[in-house]
RNA sequence: GCGAUAGUAGCUCAAUCGGCAGAGCGCCGCACUGUGGAUGCGGUGGUUGAGGGUUCAAGUCCCUUCUAUCGCC
């Protein structure tokens, strides 16, 4: 039985500020203050569900250098239910992680995951893909579960449309701002900061619309949304290009749902300070390895049955460090569950070494050079 | 030794009255971006145990033979 941490970190006085501590071009570092320690970014955020990050365990995340944790509203209120985590003392405590915590607010899962039902101004009803029974979100709703659940940032409900709908964009961009206000009405926990998100698809004039809306509520932080959901790499690089204009310097900047190690220096090159994505997980359940610079490596393949290398020679993580790819293809062919481990930790530490990377060079006024090189290399395999 | 039953893809099995030899799994590969260890997509795969016969046509009917399982002297 996993004893959750006892200590419990001194709050910040500043809790929720952001602290920009050097710029170069375009590219940010700074530290974010929580009441469960401080954000130094750019950072990459692991994903866990379910209060948890699949198959890796807090010391291993500590070990990996995380800071910073997503955990899903849908899926927590869906299973074991929000008040269940509440009981057991919030999420820090439930997934005995001690250091930032970040929740979704279930919109975007409502949208990709449930069956639908309705969709109207004032929310969801959708059904569960547990078990079908039928539950409806709201704004509100979202932010009483997010409370409830304690994480340190939350997120404001959105909709997040087919971005090359315009139709569809242009209403999720006027609903998302409607519903960020109700969601910061609804708001009672001042030791959680809540995030808004901006929607607006590929469109210049709905991009904008929907930043001045969403940061008219002068909130500590803001997220852009509805990126990385079927648009063109180049589009996402103008829509962020965009975003930097439009949303304040002195605020985090968070790129939901990304991503590969060539979108976090693409998104740091244009002015991105956090990042989540499920691809470096996932991947490791689907047998890939994610290589630092470009390329992956499926270790199903064949060819590594009697390889002896590492993953990546290069790479430091435990898993480089210690196994072969002859056994980590073993361990898969196996079907032991050891390899999504081994693989999430060694995908988890090339976007989390890669964010600390990157926040060294912005620091040490280099990063323009390292984020050349970055992608000629990438652009030579 | 005699008898019964069964032999079809790597595995488990389909294939109507004799009418283009198929499926699932595996194997090989691809995809995966605000997470279901999920899922989707593509590919490889056969001397139908062997040999002969009947027939326009045989996995299917006939003969011989080999192998396996069960039963009986």
Same mark, same amino acid.
């Given at each position: ?97 001690? #250091? ?169 090159? #244009? ?20 290589? #630092? ?65 990157? #926040? ?22």
């Amino acid at each position: 039985m996993i004893q959750p941490r006892q200590e419990n970190p001194t709050p910040s006085p500043n809790s929720f500020e952001f602290d920009l501590e050097a710029r170069d071009g375009r590219a940010r570092a700074g530290t974010f203050h929580t009441p469960h320690g401080d954000i130094e970014t750019p950072v990459f955020a692991p994903v866990g569900t379910a209060a948890t990050v699949k198959a890796v365990t807090p010391d291993q995340l500590e070990a990996l250098g995380a800071s910073l944790v997503l955990a899903n509203t849908y899926h927590l209120y869906l299973r074991p239910g929000e008040d269940v985590v509440d009981e057991l003392g919030g999420l820090h405590r439930f997934m005995a992680w001690d #250091r930032p915590i970040l929740t979704d607010s279930g919109g975007f899962q409502v949208f990709s995951l449930s069956n639908i039902n309705s969709i109207d101004d004032d929310g969801v009803t959708f059904k569960s893909h547990v078990d079908g029974s039928t539950h409806r979100f709201t704004p509100e709703k979202s932010i009483r579960i997010q409370e409830a659940l304690g994480a340190d940032i939350i997120m404001a409900f959105d909709e997040c449309p087919e971005p090359y709908d315009r139709g569809g964009v242009e209403s999720a961009v006027d609903r998302t701002s409607a519903w960020l206000a109700r969601g910061l009405a609804a708001k009672t926990r001042s030791d959680q900061s809540l995030f808004g998100i901006v929607q607006g698809g590929v469109h210049a004039d709905l991009r904008e619309r929907s930043a001045r809306a969403v940061t008219g509520f002068g909130l500590p932080g803001y997220a852009v949304g509805g990126l990385a959901v079927g648009e063109k790499k180049p589009e996402m690089h103008t829509v962020l290009d965009w975003m930097d204009d439009l949303l304040p310097a002195d605020k985090p900047r968070y790129l939901m749902g990304v991503g590969t190690p060539q979108d976090l220096v693409n998104g740091v090159l #244009r002015g991105v300070d956090i990042f989540d994505c499920v691809l470096p997980t996932r991947m490791a359940r689907n047998h890939t390895a994610m290589l #630092r610079s470009g390329g992956r490596l499926n270790l199903k393949n064949a060819p590594f049955a009697r390889d002896p290398a590492p993953i990546d020679p290069d790479c430091g993580c435990s898993t480089c460090r210690t196994f072969t790819r002859s056994y980590l293809r073993h361990l898969i062919n196996a079907g032991e569950m050891l390899s999504a481990t081994l693989l999430s930790i060694h995908n988890l530490h090339t976007l989390v070494s890669l964010s600390r990377e990157m #926040r060294r060079a912005i620091l040490d006024g280099t990063f323009e050079e390292f984020a050349r090189d970055f992608i000629a290399a990438e652009a030579a395999i």
